[in-house]
């Protein structure tokens, strides 16, 4: 059974249409991630599933229940949704101890105090923070008043757990923390969540299914790898490519010539596409090419395919080294792992892993299928198909 099921949502706040026409399902077990910049919808579609907003049009189904219905008026109230939610800001009792505020939700459904007692105990132990149950919200970091706060959402053994940006409070160690904390909580309660955010990298790591807000509406639903390697559009693309995961972006035009192959020409390569393919393409027509850091390669010497750069400058990190490239005044950022001598001012050679590349209409800004005549320029590669691909 889908865990939930929206239908033709819309939410307008104080005459502006904050959500259109969302459709979403999301299967029992999945961490689902609204991931989208500020004042995209995120929260309000999450406050509408909570019931705590009441949707305009469109229906809810949590379990197989339907909870909310915009034509028949219909709208259940949050505490019989079974689910929690989880704010930003903790909002833990400050009166009560770490024990009281985990136990009064429990309290106030008038369970036996024995049970409540075990209850409570477990969901300490779960977020590891047993030993705090005497303690006043004051006297704890902000990372354990998170901890707090997810035990008293998972106390009551909810369907579904919804978290706001639980980890936007935090500092950058213990976020990271909390993030694995996160993931280890999810396997082991195989709880439904719903988790808002609009850190790529918290979405990245942590979901099983990622749906991306733009303007009160969803833009892509997919699984984080599928999302990074194929955004639907140059603005997903952007968006994701934001924040540390860098993305090399080049202008381009198709080109067919007088023997009838097809081209996409940049500045800097020019990328032979199959006969027959790309028919919704046509001659002139302008495109963005994106490829990620990762997906360059990078050689000493002249290689077929690829393209003649010069060290603009070298970033080295550790784990990894980040390297700047141009040639024809563009640029484009490699990605090799390890340390690297490579010296600014020298020349490299850059070889462009086609088929990770993405290419979208540059007016519309939608994913192009493109068919590439050389679908491998991996080093090693028969010589014949990568010939086609060559620098200028
Ligand atoms: N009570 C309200 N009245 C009018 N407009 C509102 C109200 N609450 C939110 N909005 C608007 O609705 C839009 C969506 O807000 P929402 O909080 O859902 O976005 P979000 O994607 O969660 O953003 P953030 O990441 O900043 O929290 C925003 O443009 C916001 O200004």
């Known amino acids: 059974m889908n865990a939930i099921e929206l239908q033709g949502i819309h939410v307008a706040l104080n005459g502006k249409q904050v959500l259109n026409d969302i459709e979403l399902t999301i299967k029992q077990g999945d961490f689902m991630t609204f991931l989208g910049p500020s004042g995209c919808g995120k929260t309000t579609l999450l406050r509408t599933i909570a019931g705590l907003q009441k949707a305009d049009a469109g229906t809810i189904t949590i379990s197989g229940r339907e909870v909310a219905n915009g034509e028949t008026q219909f709208h259940m109230e949050p505490s019989k949704r079974r689910l929690s939610l989880v704010f930003q800001s903790y909002a833990l009792w400050p009166h009560m101890t770490v024990y009281e505020n985990v136990a009064f939700g429990l309290q106030v459904r008038k369970l036996a105090k024995a049970v409540v007692r075990e209850k409570v105990e477990a969901a300490l132990g779960k977020m590891r923070i047993a030993e705090l149950a005497g303690r006043y919200p004051s006297e704890l970091s902000g990372g354990q008043q998170q901890r707090v706060a997810i035990a008293r959402a998972i106390v009551t053994e909810p369907d579904i757990l919804l978290l706001d940006e639980p980890l936007s409070n935090l500092d950058a160690k213990l976020r990271v923390e909390m993030r694995a904390e996160l993931k280890r909580l999810h396997q082991e309660l195989n709880t439904t969540v719903i988790y808002v955010t609009h850190d790529q990298h918290e979405a990245m790591t942590l979901s099983t299914q990622v749906a991306i807000f733009f303007g009160g509406q969803i833009v892509q639903l997919d699984k984080p790898r599928e999302l990074y390697k194929r955004p639907k559009t140059l603005q997903v693309a952007e968006f994701i490519g934001s924040a540390g995961m860098q993305m090399n972006r080049l202008e381009g035009v198709m080109r067919t010539d007088e023997e009838g192959l097809s081209w996409l020409e940049t500045p800097v390569v020019l990328i032979p596409l199959a006969a027959g393919d790309n028919s919704t393409m046509q001659d002139g ?101 990568n010939r086609l691909s060559y620098s200028r």
Do not use: C, W
Not at 332 to 343: D, K, T
């Open 285 to 385: 027509q302008e495109m963005v090419l994106t490829v990620r850091p990762e997906d360059i390669r990078l050689y000493e010497e002249r290689r077929p395919g690829s393209i003649a750069m010069s060290v603009s400058a070298v970033f080295p990190s550790g784990a990894e080294t980040l390297v700047q490239l141009d040639a024809a005044g563009m640029s484009l950022m490699a990605r090799v792992i390890g340390e690297s001598e490579y010296e600014p001012g020298s020349t490299l050679y850059a070889v462009l892993r086609q088929e990770q590349m993405n290419a979208y209409d540059k007016k519309t800004g939608i994913r192009m299928k493109l068919q590439y005549a050389a679908h491998n320029n991996e080093p090693g590669e028969s010589t014949h198909e």
